[in-house]
């Protein structure tokens, strides 16, 4: 399974971004998925995950941080999931990562790195004030 993450840039305070990540190697219909981000010297910090409920239906949570800016989707079709970054902040620049998991996520531990079992490489996403 591998994990490709691309869309980040340098953007201004304000601007938005859409990140995509495409999965390859296994199907993410059932997989759970998750947003991370991680600044030079500083710990992983967790954005936004999806959950597979059941059917067709999945659960999305948000960090604090991030929450009624970032939206996180997915589209199963195209094996791909996405973050939109809307009135972003200086605070919000890392490298953000995708993660999945071959497995229900907990959602009790849903911002918990060690859940995840794959990750993408990264992509620079830089907010200038």
């Known amino acids: 399974v591998q994990l490709q993450a691309s869309g980040g840039g340098l953007v201004q305070s304000g601007d938005s971004l859409r990140l995509s990540c495409v999965v390859s190697g296994r199907t993410i219909g059932t997989a759970g998925l998750g947003w991370f981000r991680q600044v030079p010297g500083k710990e992983r910090e967790y954005v936004a995950a999806s959950r597979y409920v059941s059917g067709r239906a999945y659960n999305t949570y948000y960090a604090d941080s991030v929450k009624g800016r970032f939206t996180m989707t997915r589209d199963n079709a195209r094996n791909t999931v996405y973050l939109q970054m809307n009135s972003l902040k200086p605070e919000d620049t890392a490298v953000y990562y995708c993660?999945?998991?071959?497995?229900?996520?907990?959602?009790?531990?849903?911002?918990?790195?060690?859940?995840?079992?794959?990750w993408g490489q990264g992509t620079l996403v830089t907010v200038s004030s």
């Open positions: 993660a999945a998991r071959n497995g229900s996520l907990i959602s009790s531990r849903i911002g918990d790195w060690v859940q995840y079992d794959t």
